[in-house]
């Protein structure tokens, strides 16, 4: 399902975006023109993500330096155990849109 989440004006290139749906937490980051959204959760200690530090689509948690690709939540290096899942964003005119699973998972 399709859900607006933010408007785009809203989003600053770099930094995240906290936001809630139902019971999802999700961090919103700007890189260019592009948005991403992850699961607002380190999987490592709990911290939210939307506190770290981006640095083009290279993610670094704010507690302890756990880093992140954002374009698919993949942990960085490679440990799929730790990766955030990711979800696909649409943007159209100035709203953005997160497409989720029909039940998402609470977080």
């Known amino acids: 399902m399709r859900i607006r989440v933010a408007k785009l ?3 600053a290139p770099n930094k995240g975006a906290a936001v809630t749906v139902g019971d999802l937490a999700l ?9 991403y959204a992850l699961r607002n959760r380190c999987p490592h200690a ?4 939307s506190i770290g530090r ?3 689509t290279e993610l670094t948690c704010a507690w302890h330096g ?7 939540g ?8 730790f990766d955030v899942p990711s979800y696909p964003v649409a943007i159209q005119g100035e ?4 497409d989720l699973p029909e039940s998402p998972t609470k977080c």
Do not use: H, I, Q, Y
């Not at 961090?27 to 948005?35: A, K, N, Q, Y």
């Not at 756990?66 to 374009?71: A, E, I, L």
């Not at 993949?74 to 155990?81: A, G, I, Q, T």
């Open 9 to 11: 004006a809203e989003l």
């Open 27 to 35: 961090v919103l980051f700007r890189s260019g023109e592009r948005v």
């Open 46 to 49: 709990g911290a939210p993500l």
């Open 54 to 56: 981006l640095r083009g």
């Open 66 to 72: 756990w880093m992140f690709d954002v374009t698919t």
């Open 74 to 81: 993949e942990c960085l290096p490679k440990n799929p155990p």
């Open 95 to 98: 709203d953005v849109f997160v």
